[in-house]
């Protein structure tokens, strides 16, 4: 899998991207692109053009000046665009012997000592990769996988060919496959690789338009037949409201006690099969565009016990049954629509906290941070994913 995912940029580059139409700023080694935040800043934007094309490191711990807080540096996080070797790694790399641990930074390991040995290591962050994912940052999801060398690498899946049957023919044991499907591949720029290779393929993809447009009009009709036969208005919302929170609880024990069942998955093609076309294909391929949102006619599979189940507790009333439903499937479309948003869109910033947090289960712990439209029942389960210090690391 790919380590390294943003380019080395020329130092002379970033230092002439000094204007409003183009502004850099680096931290050691690292380089933003933070033209679109100039007119953001609290303290405006000729105040960071001051510092275009310079390090801003200093000025940023600066007590007497300003000192930022720690959420300054992640809005710079969001900006990261590549890195600027500086003239001491530059000589390093040259007088080095393996020059491509070095450069293009950040370094592996091993280059990353060979730059202290020649004292040219400040200001350079070693490359970190989770050993569950291959990945060390969200940037790393949507670096295009060399589709030929990953398959004779890993002897999994070739992206070239449909996936289902390579699957369902690869013999996998459970332990491979889960350790290879955690792993994410990115295929041609968020492209659907293939998974049927025939007429059904088309049934597998859906634009993330697709849930509105479906699941709000009969929502809403059924939100509008409660209303009108619930005499208690107070009465028929706190039955919508209550659907609407039952789904928020849905949402956690679906992704945790059905979508990663790893642990109970049976070691069988039957099971890592139906793991794979459930959620395992997301997590393979987390930015395919088409395969984010739940398919139509999948969400009717799940949905359908629901139905039974809400007009089983709340037998007495047909109507108050209806909302509560309807309330829990208005959850599920901001569920899909947010998940969407929070691989594919610049959110505000909330969201982006939740996007960052989803993405962490992406390429740092698939195990933890269950939570999608939120972490509450990922604190209240002790499932909450804590970052950034990753639980294992290895060099690139």
Not at 250 to 260: A, I, T
Not at 379 to 385: A, D
């Amino acid at each position: 899998m790919p380590g390294r995912t943003l380019p080395t940029i020329l130092s002379s580059d970033v230092e002439s991207r000094n204007t409003t139409k183009s502004c850099y700023v680096t931290l050691g080694t690292k380089v933003f692109d933070i033209t679109p935040f100039l007119a953001d800043h609290p303290g405006g934007g000729d105040l960071i053009l001051q510092y275009g094309g310079k390090d801003v490191m200093e000025i940023m711990g600066d007590e007497i000046s300003h000192t930022h807080s720690g959420a300054a540096y992640e809005i710079l996080d969001d900006h990261l665009i590549g890195f600027m070797a500086t003239a001491p790694v530059m000589k390093t790399a040259v007088k080095s012997d393996h020059p491509g641990n070095i450069i293009p930074l950040p370094p592996n390991q091993e280059g990353m000592q060979e730059l202290k040995a020649h004292g040219a290591a400040n200001g350079v962050a070693p490359k970190n990769v989770y050993s569950t994912t291959g990945m060390s940052s969200a940037e790393d999801l949507s670096v295009e996988t060399d589709l030929s060398a990953d398959y004779q690498t890993h002897k999994f899946l070739d992206l070239n060919r449909p996936l289902l049957m390579q699957v369902w023919n690869g013999g996998f044991s459970k332990d491979f496959y889960l350790e290879q499907v955690h792993r994410p591949r990115h295929y041609k720029g968020g492209a659907s690789a293939p998974l049927f290779g025939n007429f059904l393929e088309p049934l597998s993809k859906t634009p993330w338009w697709v849930i509105p447009i479906v699941w709000l009009p009969p929502v809403a009709y059924g939100t509008f037949l409660s209303f009108m036969n619930i005499p208690n208005t107070i009465a028929m919302a706190a039955y919508w409201i209550l659907g609407l929170g039952i789904w928020t609880l849905v949402e956690y024990v679906l992704h945790r006690g059905l979508f990663h069942i790893d642990g109970y998955l049976p070691d069988n093609r039957v099971g890592i099969t139906l793991h794979f076309l459930l959620h395992g294909i997301h997590h393979y391929l987390p930015m395919d565009k088409l395969r984010l949102v739940m398919p139509p006619t999948l969400f009717i599979a799940l949905a359908t016990p629901f139905w039974e189940l809400a007009h089983a507790v709340f037998f007495y009333n047909w109507y108050a049954a209806t909302a509560v439903y309807c309330g829990g499937i208005f959850g599920y479309i901001c569920y899909d629509l947010t998940h969407y948003f929070l691989h594919h869109r610049t959110l505000p910033s909330y969201y982006r906290e939740l996007k960052k947090y989803h993405l962490q289960h992406h390429f740092a712990d698939y195990e933890s941070g269950f939570g999608v439209t939120s972490r509450f029942w990922d604190r209240v389960f002790g499932t909450e994913l804590a970052m950034p210090i990753p639980k294992v690391v290895k060099a690139a």
